[in-house]
């Protein structure tokens, strides 16, 4: 699927990597596969408890790592998956990513390990620490995960401010 | 005869108690992947509020796949454990085929399908006659769009086919251009694979097996025998 960078931003605490993470999730479809990448504590698992509050999930949401994927209900059920304990691609079969892909959204950390599964549209997100609390935020998405993301007026402005937030 | 039967193949997860051919009651419940806290409970339920309770079935029947691999894990080890240790035989029943009994009794020929990923899907073909239960005309396989042609070739070329299950788009728009108005979809809400067809194959399949013989029919090939080289 052909990606497109729709932007590059800096955030300023985690309660911004958050919220980034809400106005995403309010816009997502059914299908979406999201690859979250960046290091240990980059903000990954931050920016899913926004998607989470985005898709009006009240539950916590925590790393999925020893569990592998979590699973939440929403406006659209959220399955928050954790590659990074996984060894082979066959393993995401095991895990029923594509019934996953076809009841809701997929959320996947160290999605880098592996190539994404088909998915109706793809978003990238690349999180790579820029200060102890600033991250920079790399966002790409399909054509269609790109309209979507269009539709919302709050997360365009968003995107469209400079580096750091509100200056 | 008793038989307890449940399906754990697809979203959502169903046990069933039958006694002589007539069905005594049964119970459905969400999320195949969550069903591990439900399953035993509401199978106690729907026995306790028949006078029964695990060890009285004469058999249990139990949805093998193919489907979701998380749910047919959960509902194949504990109906394998149960059985082990009640010496309670298993009727193992394949979810194609419990799905196709969802088509309305006068639809001639069936196709069952679950969705595996965005463009494959698994789905077998049966015939039916007035009053009759779907016979088999193809295996339940693992297919793409592109395997439909020789899948439909087993079937009678001019009659309706209806679709039972959740058929991906990719099945849909393939179907609708290779048979256009013959292909007639089921909604999906009124049609997944129920725990009172299992009950209902087991009681009229053959001789129920020991549980050691009761293994998933995934179509998929799972990271086991990927990584391990074992033939599941």
């Not at chain 1, 690859?35 to 790393?63: M, P, W």
């Not at chain 1, 019934?99 to 959204?105: E, K, P, S």
Request: glycine content about 10%; hydrophobic content about 40%.
């Amino acid at each position: 699927m052909e990606l497109r960078t729709i932007a590059d931003i800096e955030t300023v605490s985690a309660a911004e990597t958050e919220e980034l993470g809400q106005l995403i999730g309010e816009a997502l479809e059914r299908g979406a596969f999201i690859a979250l990448e960046g290091d240990l504590g980059g903000g990954k698992t931050t920016f899913t408890r926004g998607l989470a509050r985005g898709l009006g999930i009240a539950s916590n949401v925590t790393s999925p790592t020893f569990q592998l994927v979590r699973e939440y209900e929403g406006r659209l059920g959220l399955f928050h998956f954790d590659f990074y304990r996984l060894e082979t691609a066959s393993e995401l079969v095991d895990l029923d990513i594509g019934y996953c892909l076809g009841a809701g959204v997929v959320a996947a950390e160290w999605a880098d390990r592996f190539p994404p599964p088909e998915s109706d549209s793809l978003l990238r997100l690349r999180f790579d620490w820029a200060a102890e609390n600033r991250r920079r935020i790399l966002i790409q998405a399909c054509p269609r995960a790109a309209a979507a993301l269009e539709k919302s007026d709050s997360l365009r402005l968003r995107l469209s401010a400079p580096p750091g937030g509100e200056q | 005869m008793k038989i307890l039967g449940i399906s754990t193949s697809g979203s959502t997860c169903g046990a069933a108690l039958m006694r002589d051919g007539a069905i005594l009651g049964c119970d459905s419940f969400p999320g195949a992947r969550k069903c591990s806290e439900e399953l035993i409970p509401r199978m106690e339920r729907l026995l306790s509020s028949n006078g029964l309770d695990l060890r009285s079935p004469d058999m249990f029947a139990v949805d093998i796949g193919p489907g979701g691999m998380t749910g047919l894990k959960i509902g194949i080890v504990t109906i394998r454990t149960l059985s082990q240790v009640l010496s309670i035989p298993i009727s193992p029943v394949s979810s194609l085929e419990a799905l196709a009994r969802s088509a309305p009794e006068d639809a001639a020929l069936v196709m069952p399908a679950l969705p595996c990923t965005k463009s494959t899907f698994y789905a077998a073909l049966f015939r039916r006659a007035p009053g009759g239960a779907p016979e088999r005309l193809s295996p339940d396989a693992l297919l793409d769009p592109g395997s439909l042609p020789s899948l439909l070739s087993a079937a009678p070329s001019v009659q309706p086919l209806h679709i039972v299950g959740a058929a991906p788009d990719a099945l849909r728009a393939a179907l609708s251009s290779l048979i256009g108005p013959r292909a007639f979809f089921r909604d999906p809400a009124d049609s997944r694979p129920t725990a009172v067809a299992v009950c209902e194959i087991a009681a009229s399949g053959p001789a129920p097996s020991r549980f050691s013989d009761i293994l998933p029919n995934y179509l998929c090939v799972t990271a086991a025998e990927n990584n391990f080289g074992i033939k599941v």
